[in-house]
T-cell receptor
Framework: SQQGEEDPQALSIQEGENATMNCSYK?????LQWYRQNSGRGLVHLIL?????REKHSGRLRVTLDTSKKSSSLLITASRAADTASYFC????????FGAGTTVTVRA | GAGVSQTPSNKVTEKGKYVELRCDPI?????LYWYRQSLGQGPEFLIY????????DSGLPNDRFFAVRPEGSVSTLKIQRTERGDSAVYLC??????????FGEGSRLTVL
């Protein structure tokens, strides 16, 4: 079963705009991760946020975590065409559970 | 190698045939994982190894699926009597410990 659920399923934005996607999960966690997958490729790790952290930044990425609401958000600022991909949240330590993902399309 | 390597990248087989998918993890990574991904879905956990032993095989769908990692490095996912529903991308990942997983490019299996 999949622990995380991303919202929205799909997102289309103009280059330069920000993209925000959300993840909700069911059980308590030690950490939450976000991954990116370009079409036909493997997943690439973006960022890990621990349960005692509320916000984390990495370049143009900003992740928040609200353990009371069992939710996380991923913000991509100043999007580029190369950000077009599917984005997944994942929970777990070794055995990760992934959501169905948010497909982001950045229009030039 | 520099990253996780999976072979073959594409495999087309007929219903009922036996298939082997190979994963070569990042050198030194003790944990190795197999996931399956269907179109439009997130990766679905199959099995993970710590060293040579399967630490958790709860995701294997049935006894037609089996995986080994005899020397604690390369792993092989074996599927017997393939069915059309087995068609998917099989992803392998490795890690040093809990946390970030490093994924290969996947093996796309098509069962006709």
């Amino acid at each position: 079963s999949q622990q995380g659920e991303e919202d929205p399923q799909a997102l289309s934005i103009q280059e330069g705009e920000n993209a925000t996607m959300n993840c909700s999960y069911k059980t308590s966690i030690n950490n939450l991760q976000w991954y990116r997958q370009n079409s036909g490729r493997g997943l690439v790790h973006l960022i890990l946020i621990r349960s005692n952290e509320r916000e984390k930044h990495s370049g143009r990425l900003r992740v928040t975590l609200d353990t009371s609401k069992k939710s996380s958000s991923l913000l991509i600022t100043a999007s580029r065409a190369a950000d077009t991909a599917s984005y997944f949240c994942a929970t777990g330590d070794y055995k990760l559970s992934f959501g169905a993902g948010t497909t982001v399309t950045v229009r030039a | 190698g520099a990253g996780v390597s999976q072979t073959p990248s594409n495999k087309v087989t007929e219903k009922g045939k036996y298939v082997e998918l190979r994963c070569d993890p990042i050198s030194g990574h003790t944990a190795l994982y197999w996931y399956r991904q269907s179109l439009g879905q997130g990766p679905e956990f199959l099995i993970y190894f710590q060293g040579t032993g399967a630490a958790d095989d709860s995701g294997l769908p049935n006894d037609r699926f089996f995986a080994v990692r005899p020397e604690g490095s390369v792993s092989t996912l074996k599927i017997q009597r393939t069915e059309r529903g087995d068609s998917a991308v099989y992803l392998c990942a490795s890690s040093e410990g809990p946390g970030e997983l490093f994924f290969g490019e996947g093996s796309r299996l098509t069962v006709l």
